[in-house]
């Protein structure tokens, strides 16, 4: 099994992510409390389990950076510089 642990859902928090993958070159993480789903990895037919539930697990664990609040706006434009 891949050595990678999944972050925890981003929507509500549950750690308990599968991962499931199919043969086909098909993997995926899901959250089992909120039903999410992560990015559907397709990989080349034969590609080794542990690879597409690496695959898997690091498009799970990739979060985007949080928007700005209220208070790291003040004092930019539109376009997000200092003004």
């Not at 999944?6 to 308990?16: A, L, Q, T």
């Not at 043969?23 to 080349?44: F, K, T």
């Not at 037919?45 to 898997?56: E, M, Q, V």
Request: hydrophobic share 30%; charged share 25%; aromatic share 8%.
């Amino acid at each position: 099994m891949s050595k990678s642990k999944p972050k925890p859902c981003p929507f509500c928090g549950c750690d308990r992510i599968s991962r499931p993958y199919s043969l086909a070159g098909n993997a995926w993480s899901e959250c089992q409390g909120c039903g999410v789903r992560g990015p559907w990895i397709h990989l080349p037919f034969g590609t080794d389990p542990d690879a597409l539930i690496a695959a898997a697990t690091a498009a799970w664990n990739h979060r985007a950076e949080p928007a700005p609040g209220p208070k790291e706006q003040e004092g930019k434009d539109a376009d997000g510089k200092s003004s």
